[in-house]
């Protein structure tokens, strides 16, 4: 028996080596990846975006660190920020603004602490906006006309970028960004209350029949559609206040089954999100020692990982279990 306890023993300290030094590696190749003057981050070119800017200045900034961040080096992020206080996805701003990008950016400035009135503006709008569902006339349209998706569209939550309907990636990460604000005191109200209200009930509506979520529904033309794994990881990091729920431990059941995914990304999502219910289910931190162990081999060599927000999230996901996790808001 006491053989057998230091056999594992042996096997963790090496497996949390292993996990180590590719968090190591893949922190060194964020710092060569960061673009020139006036800095931040590309997914895989020269072209600054929100997304990777984010993400990188969490994983380099983390708790487990021990390095602080200076208004210097939060320049490039709030640079590109717009009058209204939101994002665009990339510097030109050719696409226009993305709630996505803004929820990520302005998430990423409180968990690194960072002066409110750089984000407050964020806030605001993000609590504000309202996708194409919130007008009665495309609910209407919804009810009677098109009706090939199956969902109810008094339920809204946050779009990719204006003037289109809800989906749930952005929906999760706003309800994410907005939490940790009520929760450190930035903002509060009744309309605040009826925003994250609405994105919950919205994306229960959206869960797909077993569990987890699709990109926006569940079933279209009669048809239940399957999860994707990123999209139920983020998701579920969004509605850890409703763990209670059966929909979400079903999703969180799925989720655990999904850990031998070949994509780092979407294996970092999982990771991120289910470290947040480690200490509400046994099940979790054994999967959670799996996942880790297999997304260290999946980005063994940092060169050869095309995109910097896959970087940066591994770099993230790596990191210790005593680390503050950017994406899990306390209760």
Known sequence: MRQKRLESMSCSFIALERQRLARCRLLAELRYRRLPRPGGWSHYSAQFGTEPTSLALLALHSSSSGSTITRKELEPLLACQRPNGLWPAFRDGAAGLSFWASAVAVNTLMALGAAPETFAGALDSLVNCRPLEASWLVR??????????????????????????????????????????????????????KRLRLGVDMLLDRVCPGGGWNAGNAVVYGVPLCPHIDATAIALAALRFHHNLPIVRDSLTWILNRIDCPSAYTLAWLILSAAAYKDSRADVSPALDMARDRLAALVDDPREVQDTSTIALAALALEPETAINPFEVKM
């Open 140 to 193: 209407l349209k919804f009810r009677l006309s098109d009706r090939q998706v199956q969902f109810d569209p008094s339920k809204y939550g946050w779009a990719w970028v204006p003037e289109t309907v809800s989906w749930v990636v952005p929906t999760s990460m706003a309800l994410i960004a907005l939490e940790r604000a009520k929760r450190l005191g930035l903002i509060r109200g009744s309309e605040l209350q």
